[in-house]
């Protein structure tokens, strides 16, 4: 990505920085769990302390080079218009699943209804490409084209999933609050990049940061994927 690229160079507080990971929101929206994170205020934003943000970014780090080195599924979540591209390609870089856009309710929860989904999905994709829909008449043809289609908005993300997640990372968790409700319900952990907005005491890993910039999110994405990345790696150095 472009902007991690212009992001390289410098202590990792110097990258946050650059990206504007320190803005949070005003005061009046701020959730009273984000407040030991706040440094000080600017212009009436509040400011976080990238200095604790660091350090919550190393806890989370941590926890998913353990779910890489053990090749664990790691579900990334972020629906909002400033994290889908980022989203979209950082869990494609790691060979994850993802959900880039509207979260389905049930996807946890009602996984073997969400999973039948995936599997027509895929069943019509196959067929369009031995070319056994010839079959159907030009009407049921597009009603099937049409079928495709949204089924892939919804579901191509996750056409890796083949059971549940052993863990979430969500871009704001305040925003994608069904998804961190039914990872909770069936056990499942989250790591979030939360702005100041966000209940962090929803999260098991928080990353308190700007959840709003397009560079901010590509920079948390970038050192989450890179985790993974790195437990793989220490997973075949052992093997």
Known sequence: MNIVNDLKGGTLIDRMFKAGAHFAYSKSRRHPSAKPYIFGVKNRVEIFDLEKTEELLKN?????????????????????????????SGAKSVEMPYV?????????????????????????????????????????????????DRLNVYFSGLSSLKDLPKALFVIDSGR?????????KAGIPVVALAGSDCDLKQVEY???????????ISLFLNEITSAYQEGKKSQKVEV
């Open 100 to 148: 880039a856009g509207r979260w389905i309710g049930g996807t946890i929860t009602n996984f073997g209804q969400i999973k039948s989904r995936i599997n027509k999905l895929a069943d019509l994709l196959a067929q369009r490409e031995k070319g056994e829909l010839a079959k159907y008449t030009k009407k049921e043809r597009l009603l099937i084209d049409r079928e495709i």
């Open 176 to 184: 994608e609050k069904i998804a961190v409700e039914e990872a909770h």
């Open 60 to 88: 989370a780090r941590q926890f998913v080079m353990s779910l890489g080195k053990e090749g664990k599924t790691l579900l990334f979540v972020g629906g909002k218009a400033e994290a889908r591209d980022a989203v979209r």
């Open 206 to 216: 928080p990353i308190v940061g700007n959840d709003s910039s397009v560079a901010s």
